[in-house]
């Protein structure tokens, strides 16, 4: 008996050293369960891979069109955090709409709990991003864009047909990627063409917390790309975009109004 108290004050003694105080241990990040999903709208009305070809939309300048393909590459997705600081989540999207589980994205880089006030992301691939045949997923989905343009990837490709002003259906391939100049003795110069946005929550912020499966929505209204600031003419230009450098310039500076931030859902 007097041996087994002993032991016991030993443990005791034992035990109560190597107890570390609460306060010295680190704090960990929570980390969340966080993917976004991309839908597209054109106005007011989603566009799903089963309105191809059949459903019709009419555009700033009036023409009518439809739709056969969406392909878009979003990278980089950063949260800004209520308190100013950043999450870079890294990484890239190739959303298609043929393939409709590419509209949903789970990054590699784990999101922590907090609340964000907004969310921006690189449209297409920044001028570090953007490395000719880099990709394996990307080069298998036709996805590159031509060395003699500039090189590296598409940003979008966008294509339907078309009513023209002698009424006849034509098709448009509205594709994005790097812009290219031709020089005067005939030379191309490539220009980086990539665009990144913020998208504010203009509902004061969304909180993800540890335990939550939380989808942010990420939406695209189409109807944006021929209307803002630039009311595209498709009679004037549906081919032959991509060496075209005004119409990469154009399409740019159109896109920076396609995106917003849709609702936050936990499930
Ligand atoms: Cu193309």
Same mark, same amino acid.
């Given at each position: 008996m007097k041996k087994l108290i002993i032991a016991l004050s030993a443990?005791?003694?034992?035990?109560?050293?190597?107890?570390?105080p609460a306060d010295v241990t680190p704090s960990k990040t929570v980390e969340t369960?966080?993917?976004?999903?991309?839908?597209?709208?054109?106005?007011?009305?989603?566009?799903?891979?089963?309105?191809?070809?059949?459903?019709?939309?009419?555009?700033?300048?009036?023409?009518m069109h439809t739709?056969?393909?969406?392909?878009?590459?979003v990278s980089n997705i950063t949260l800004h955090k209520v308190d100013g600081s950043e999450? #870079?989540?890294?990484?890239?999207?190739?959303? /298609? *709409?043929?393939?409709?589980?590419?509209?949903?994205? !789970?990054?590699?880089?784990?999101?922590?709990?907090?609340?964000?006030?907004?969310?921006?992301l690189t449209f297409g691939f920044n001028e570090a991003d953007n490395i000719t045949g880099e990709y394996l997923d990307l080069n298998a989905a036709s996805w590159a864009w031509p060395m003699m343009i500039g090189g590296g990837y598409h940003f979008m490709k966008f294509e339907g047909?078309?009513?023209d002003n002698t009424s006849n259906m034509k098709g448009f391939a509205f594709h994005n990627g790097t812009a290219s100049k031709v020089n005067s003795d005939g030379s191309r110069t490539a220009e980086a063409n990539h665009f990144r946005v913020k998208l504010w929550d203009y509902e004061g912020g969304f909180t993800i917390?540890?335990?939550? #499966?939380?989808?942010?929505?990420?939406?695209? /209204? *189409?109807?944006?790309?021929?209307?803002?600031?630039? !009311?595209?003419n498709l009679d004037d230009l549906h081919i032959m975009?991509?060496?075209?450098?005004?119409a990469q310039k154009m399409i740019n500076q159109n896109g920076r109004s396609v995106f917003s931030l849709g609702q936050t859902s936990k499930n």
């Open positions: 443990l005791a003694i034992i035990t109560s050293c190597t107890k570390e369960k966080t993917n976004f999903l991309f839908k597209q709208y054109y106005d007011g009305v989603e566009v799903l891979s089963q309105d191809f070809g059949s459903k019709q939309y009419t555009n700033a300048k009036g023409t739709i056969s393909k969406l392909q878009y590459l999450v #870079n989540l890294g990484g890239y999207n190739l959303i /298609n *709409l043929d393939m409709p589980l590419s509209r949903y994205y !789970t990054p590699m880089n784990e999101i922590p709990a907090g609340t964000y006030s907004a969310v921006s047909m078309f009513m917390e540890e335990g939550d #499966n939380t989808t942010i929505d990420i939406n695209m /209204n *189409l109807a944006e790309w021929f209307k803002n600031p630039i !009311t595209w975009l991509m060496p075209n450098y005004q």
